[in-house]
């Protein structure tokens, strides 16, 4: 295992409403990076985040925010859903200093939007 | 827009034999490559990377072969096991414009006795 740990494993929504998916990063790893992934596809980037400031966006509109704790586990949000947004969110830590083969990914949160 | 993607959507091979997976990126300023495994239910798991100075990198029952002419990366599974079957992503990304990685669409590889 990876030591990235995700909740909820999954959730169903409806169109409208707002989601905060959460993510523990692994232990020492103070970075965290956010990706959407929708059925078929690859990831696709959706932030990162540094000692509690996002430092890197893709993307993605502002309805989609996050947060990080001094603790280092963070929080994606997701503001007014849309159908397009049901997709398998992954978050993945590593060091600020690490490389990116050093970033381990969660099993991520499967997220349908009805 | 720039794009990685993957040849083959699909890919079947026997078990003991090897497997190639191929990719092509479209961002010449693409400068480190990896390649990902993520099986049912579970996030990329790292396999390889290869950075753009080099064009072919080894591991265990693993090799990234890098062609920085024609934009092409390709991953080759020796004695493909069926533990090896799963969706095999490639990815990239430019060092010097961020922090996101960039994911071709996978490709599922099935491993049969």
């Known amino acids: 295992e990876t030591g990235v740990t995700q909740s909820p494993t999954h959730l169903i929504k409806t169109r409208g409403q707002q989601v905060t998916l959460r993510c523990s990063s692994q232990s020492g790893h103070n970075t965290v990076s956010w990706y959407q992934q929708a059925l078929g596809q690859g990831p696709q980037f959706i932030f990162q985040y540094y000692r509690e400031e996002e430092n890197g966006r893709g993307n993605f509109p502002p309805r989609f925010s996050g947060l990080q704790f001094p603790n280092y586990s963070s929080e994606l949000n997701v503001n007014a859903l849309e159908l397009d947004d049901s997709a398998l969110y992954l978050c993945?830590?590593?060091?600020?200093?690490?490389?990116?083969?050093?970033?381990?990914f969660g099993p991520g949160t499967r997220l349908t939007v009805t | 827009g720039e794009s990685v993607g993957l040849h083959l959507p699909t890919l079947s091979v026997q078990e003991g034999d090897n497997s190639i997976i191929n990719c092509a990126y479209s961002?010449?300023?693409?400068?480190?490559f990896i390649w990902y495994k993520q099986e049912s239910g579970k996030g990329p798991q790292f396999i390889i990377d290869?950075?753009?100075?080099?064009d072919k990198r080894q591991g265990q029952r693993v090799t990234v072969l890098l062609n920085k002419t024609v934009k092409h990366l390709s991953l080759q599974i020796a004695a493909t096991q069926p533990g090896d079957s799963a969706v095999y992503f490639c990815?990239?990304?430019?060092?010097?414009?961020?922090?996101?990685?960039?994911f071709g669409k996978g490709t599922s590889l099935l491993v049969t006795p």
């Open positions: 990815a990239e990304k430019n060092s010097n414009s961020g922090y996101a990685l960039n």
């Open positions: 961002n010449s300023a693409s400068d480190y």
């Open positions: 290869i950075r753009s100075n080099m």
């Open positions: 993945a830590s590593r060091m600020e200093t690490g490389d990116d083969y050093e970033q381990y």
